[in-house]
């Protein structure tokens, strides 16, 4: 629920009356009203240290705070130092060891008094003026031209709050807001532990802040005015909560005629005002406009349901793989008596419905969407950035590559929050459905005994310590994101319920009263959601696998967390880890141990042991990194393959642990902090495409998996192994034949296969053509040789690839490789768009394939879009692979 206040004019007394905001259900984006605007420039803030004088008279706009320092809003405490070089990069080195803790400071050392002016005249005609804030970490109080807008404390990093301030503008139009910002009541001790020392937990906002295996502390716990603060205008009546729900009855196909769908439209109107105002409710979606008359009565509120309607061969909205991604434009609008249009709201509905049963053959649940099974295909997102340094084109750029690794899944864990609705606009934009956690992890919240903690499992069990403030917030978020065609899963918590009374608070009522559409599951390892009979936690394995664990060891049916390696390349490491750190780990393969740098310590290297040597020893930190990058290829596209070679057998879904990065640490992540994709991108971009052909490295079988709807008929399955002088040999071709949501094995080739890779090792290429003879689906796999090394890797001669680029348009740039026969393949190419002066790579860009192999004989073209709007550089394509030396290959126009 949205705390809404508002002054009304009666003797300038203040009177508070609590509103209901802004809730639209399903598939939708809520814009702002009539009017908007952000207060996201020209703050300035001082510690409370430094500030001996109340709110009131800080709110004055006559009130001298030239001394103070510009501040960062949206932002935290944090960012304002940095913005202003207070204290160094923490991304960078260990440089945040540099920081002070809040735990060791106290917390008025980053307890900070934030003042913003603005100009806005005083409203007429019962138009009304509101101050929103939609995040503020942890609690705070307001103030505006020298009155208290807040009767006590607001609470609550994940409470969106409201104010009428109508009665208290300036007679001059030049306001002035104060806002005292205190960190979380409980900051925690980051004793190296899940969370510290899990007190951080004891509120409700966010636990990595406290540190976690993959992140350091976040030194101030992320305190600040972290959320956009936004003056909206309407006139006498606001719509305040608009809901949106579509129903799609049936089994339906993405390019068929559809029929109808159902939808369901309500809206909450608030009068604030002392005189009855009389209007219509109306909203528009396809050309269709619905209406119906109100009367409010003063100072009420009142909800309006439309009749349900038949929207005819709807547009369907599809997750990512399956279909498009179709989005309504829906405007929701008052107006008042008779033509004054009064609030409005502008909608982006997607037309889906979302559906769950439970599969026996898997003992685990399947997602349906629009009548039809769904294989999950999924990533664990933390949070964009850990000091919640947001954007709406940084989520765009994130959620992209996500689609781009083929995924149609993400998964927000608990530790963090409830993502903001830029994220989900992404995420309905590229077809990633969500499963959303809500605040708590098993680490903090008392799974298993931790002598990192400072209380035990029976007391950590009760986390948070205010269970109202909790189901306050879940319901205040619930209601700002529900609006969404990607949401598709509510999660009670990470590895472990909430209490009991909040989970069936949530469960019973929250839930069926405020979203009765998704399916909500108590946490993450539930026994509701993935049969857990093999005993553990529920979720795994992690670090690096045999290849074979992914195809031939069943593990948890709807894994929710399954996962590999990170690192990225040298042009990434060189980013954040300091000139004389740049050293490569060392593998004792007497000892079985990894000597590290303390730096990559520091960033939470998780060691690649072994896998890197199979390539040869490592000759600097630049061979190591790229080295890495094949074995970030081949677990991930390993992972992907051996998951989908058992769907619906042996599982309904997997999600990896985990896709990115909040900070520069260097494990779990397909792409770094600063946006630089790596070849776990391209291996899952690989293993996890809609319809694919693949070797299972157990038992030699060539299988095709089919994500689709459509069955394939008359393909062409071409077999071939190519040695490391580019030699090719036929092994079989066949026509071939699947049908929809499926996998299907055809022959095993491993005998013959080992034996040809038993000196040297061995490329294997597998490719699906239609009747035209034009590529339906390929895949190259580089085989070891009997012991289980690359040795015909490190002979392999240099390859003189021919590369070209063109510029098709702005923002959009061909690249041609061609390879000439006779030759070696061309192994394992990446490409990057740089700056033609700097040679630094442009970040970010995206790449229709990287890491690229071309066989001798063969063209490829890689299409690579950026943002031509913001970067009007001079651009090359630099490329280097395995045996193609690094060059830059100017860009043509088309």
Request: glycine share 8%; hydrophobic share 35%.
């Amino acid at each position: 629920m949205v705390q809404s206040f508002f002054f009304k004019p009666i003797k300038v007394k203040l009177l508070y009356t609590l509103l209901l905001l802004l809730s639209v259900k399903c598939s939708l984006y809520t814009g702002y009203a009539q009017t908007s605007y952000e207060l996201n420039t020209g703050w300035k803030c001082a510690p409370i240290s430094n500030v001996k004088e109340p709110g009131n008279l800080l709110s004055n706009p006559n009130f001298d705070n030239s001394s103070w320092m510009p501040a960062t809003v949206p932002g935290t405490v944090l960012t304002t130092l940095l913005n202003n070089k207070k204290v160094p990069d923490p991304f960078f080195g260990m440089n945040n060891e540099q920081i002070p803790d809040i735990y060791k400071t106290g917390p008025d050392y980053y307890t900070y008094w934030f003042i913003k002016d603005f100009k806005e005249a005083i409203a007429k005609n019962g138009n009304q003026v509101y101050l929103n804030f939609r995040g503020v970490n942890y609690s705070c109080d307001i103030y505006l031209n020298g009155h208290k807008l807040n009767r006590t404390t607001q609470q609550g990093m994940f409470l969106r709050f409201s104010y009428n301030i109508t009665a208290v503008l300036a007679k001059d139009g030049n306001n002035r807001l104060a806002v005292l910002v205190r960190p979380p009541t409980v900051v925690g001790n980051p004793n190296g532990g899940q969370g510290g020392d899990g007190t951080i937990a004891r509120n409700v906002g966010l636990q990595y802040t406290a540190g976690w295996d993959w992140i350091q502390p976040v030194r101030d716990r992320n305190t600040g005015i972290w959320d956009k603060v936004t003056i909206q205008k309407t006139g006498a009546v606001h719509i305040t909560d608009s809901h949106l729900i579509t129903l799609v009855p049936g089994i339906r196909y993405p390019d068929e005629l559809q029929k109808p769908a159902i939808i369901q439209v309500s809206a909450e109107l608030s009068n604030p005002t002392t005189v009855t105002i009389s209007g219509i409710i109306k909203y528009e979606i396809d050309g269709k406009i619905l209406s119906e008359n109100v009367v409010l009565k003063p100072a009420s509120m009142q909800l309006v349901s439309f009749n349900d309607y038949i929207l005819q061969n709807p547009k369907l909205w599809w997750p990512n793989g399956y279909g498009p991604q179709n989005l309504y434009d829906v405007k929701i609008s008052f107006v008042a008596n008779g033509n004054s249009l009064s609030d409005q709201q502008t909608l982006k509905a997607g037309v889906r419905q979302l559906q769950t049963e439970w599969n026996e053959t898997t003992g685990s649940r399947q997602i349906e969407v629009n009548g039809q099974k769904i294989f999950i295909k999924g990533g664990n997102w933390i949070i964009s950035d850990e000091m919640l340094r947001f954007s709406d084109a940084r989520y765009d750029a994130e959620v992209r590559f996500h689609r781009d690794m083929n995924l149609n899944l993400i998964r927000v864990w608990g530790g963090a929050m409830i993502e903001r609705p830029e994220f989900y606009d992404a995420c309905d934009k590229y077809g990633l459905l969500v499963f959303q956690d809500l605040w708590g992890s098993g680490d903090c919240n008392g799974r298993w005994q931790d002598p990192m903690k400072l209380d035990d499992q029976w007391a950590r069990r009760k986390y948070p310590d205010d269970h109202g403030l909790f189901l306050k917030s879940a319901t205040d978020q619930i209601k700002m994101v529900r609006n969404h065609a990607s949401l598709a899963i509510w999660c009670g918590g990470n590895e472990i319920t909430p209490p009991e009374d909040i989970l069936l608070a949530l469960r019973d009522t929250i839930m069926p009263k405020l979203d009765n559409t998704r399916w909500f599951v108590d946490y993450s390892n539930s026994d509701s959601m993935s049969r857990n009979s093999i005993g553990g936690n529920g979720d795994g394995p992690y670090g690096i696998q045999p290849l074979s664990v992914f195809w031939e060891y069943r593990t948890f049916p709807f894994n929710s967390e399954v996962g590999s390696i990170g690192v990225s390349d040298y042009e990434s490491l060189k980013r954040f880890l300091p000139a004389d750190h740049l050293i490569p780990p060392v593998y004792d393969e007497t000892t079985g141990k990894t000597k590290t740098d303390e730096v990559w310590d520091y960033h939470k290297y998780i060691g690649y042991d072994t896998s890197i040597n199979k390539y040869g020893k490592v000759k600097s930190v630049e061979d190591f990194a790229f080295k890495a990058q094949l074995v970030n290829y081949d677990q991930y596209r390993g992972l992907a393959e051996g998951f989908t070679s058992h769907m619906w057998d042996w599982y309904t879904g997997f999600i990896i642990w985990k896709t990115q990065n909040p900070w520069t640490a260097m494990r779990g992540q397909m792409y770094d902090y600063y946006l630089d994709p790596n070849a776990c991108l391209y291996g899952l971009h690989n293993g996890s495409e809609p319809f694919h052909i693949m070797y299972n490295p157990v038992n030699g079988m060539v299988m095709v998996a089919n994500n689709t709807f459509k069955a394939r008929r008359s393909m062409m399955m071409v077999v071939k192994t190519f040695d490391m002088n580019g030699k090719d040999s036929l092994l079989t071709q066949v026509f071939a034949d699947i049908g929809p949501t499926t996998t299907k094995k055809y022959f095993s080739i491993k005998k013959t296969l080992d034996e040809m890779a038993a000196k040297e090792g061995v490329f294997l290429s597998l490719q699906l053509l239609d009747t035209d003879k034009k590529l339906i689906a390929e895949n190259l796999y580089w085989m070891p040789d009997n012991k289980g090394t690359y040795s015909g890797l490190q002979k392999m001669k240099q390859n003189d690839l021919t590369v070209k680029a063109k510029y098709l348009q702005q923002g959009r740039v061909e690249v041609t490789m061609e390879n000439k026969q006779p030759n070696t393949l061309a192994f394992f190419n990446r490409l990057s768009l740089v700056d033609a002066d700097t040679k630094e790579r442009l970040l970010p860009a995206f790449y229709s394939d990287n890491y690229i192999t071309v066989l001798p004989g063969e063209q490829k073209k890689i299409i690579i879009e950026y943002n031509a709007q913001t970067n009007k550089k001079n651009l090359l394509v630099d490329i280097n692979g395995w045996n193609v030396e690094q060059k830059y290959v100017p860009i043509g126009n088309n």
